[in-house]
C-alpha cells in the first residue's frame, strides 16, 4: 500500500476483511463493533498489523467527529463496513470481540477434571457394554471407549489454540522437545488473542509465574531422580549412599535414646 493511502485492512481470528477507509473503523469502533486489542489493522502509512487500539486516533472521540465528516454519514459508513464483508451491522449493539474456542479456565478444567469424569464413567457403563458387544467384540469396545476422554482432550487443546488467535496445527508443537514448553505456556497463561496482542493480563501473569516455576521444578526433579536411579544400579554408589544415610541418622538421633534391639530370650 503506497504511503498515506485511505485503504485500510481488519484481522479477526485469522481472518481478514476490507479494504475499509480510516472513517468506516472509527465508525466500527464508536459502535462497538471493533476490538481494540485482539482485532489488528494495517493501512494508510502502517508497514506491519498493529492492535486497532494502538492506532492513533481509532479510538479518540475527538477524531471520530473528522472522521464523520470524511467518511459520510453513519449509514453510509456501516454500508460499506457490511459490504466489505467486515462486521455485522447492528448499530453499535454488538459487543466486544470474543474469540471463539475454549479459554484458559475451560482449557484447564477440559484436560484435567473432565478426563477424570469421563474415566469414571466409562468403568461404570464398561460391564454392559461388554455384555452388548459379546466377547469377541469386548476389547475392541473396551480400546473405543477408553479413546473417547482423549479424542476430547485433543478437541479441547485445539479449541484453546483458536481462543489464543492460533492455527490448531500447532497441537503438533506439544511433541517437540524445548517447544513444547512455549506452547505450553501459551496454552496455560495467556488471555484470549495473545497470538495478536502479545500482552498479558493480571492472571496471566501469576499464572505465567507458576507454569515456569512448575517446570524448572519438574526438570530438576527429573534430573534428581535420574541421579537417584545410576546411585541404584551402581554398587559402590548404593553403599556410600547407605553410609552416608547412616551418619546422618547417627548425627541427628540423640545418644540418649536407645534403639529397640533384638531380644534372644523366649517368651514363657
Known sequence: MSEGKDEWYVSRSGQRFGPVTFAEMVESARAGRLEPRTDMVIGGGLTEWKP????E???EKKEAGKAGENGGS???SNNSMAASGSYDDRKGQQQALKLPGAPRLGYFLGV?????LL????????PQVNEFVGKEAAPWATLLLF????IVVVAIIVK???????TGWWFFGLFVPILSWWVGY?????????AYTKKLDVIGKVLAVIYWLSLVGSIAGGAMLARNMEELNDPAMMKKTIENYERTLKRYIPKSIDLPKKSDDKSN
Not at 486497532?52 to 492506532?55: F, M, S
Not at 479413546?147 to 482423549?150: D, E, F, K, R
Not at 484453546?160 to 492460533?166: G, P, V
Not at 501459551?186 to 495473545?194: E, K, Q
Open 112 to 116: 484435567t477434571v473432565l478426563p477424570v
Open 160 to 166: 484453546r489454540f483458536q481462543n489464543l488467535a492460533m
Open 57 to 59: 486516533g481509532l479510538f
Open 52 to 55: 486497532a487500539g494502538e492506532v
Open 74 to 76: 453513519q449509514a453510509s
Open 186 to 194: 501459551r496454552l496455560f497463561a495467556c488471555p484470549a488473542g495473545y
Open 119 to 126: 474415566f469414571i464413567g466409562l468403568m461404570k457403563i464398561m
Open 147 to 150: 479413546l473417547a476422554p482423549l
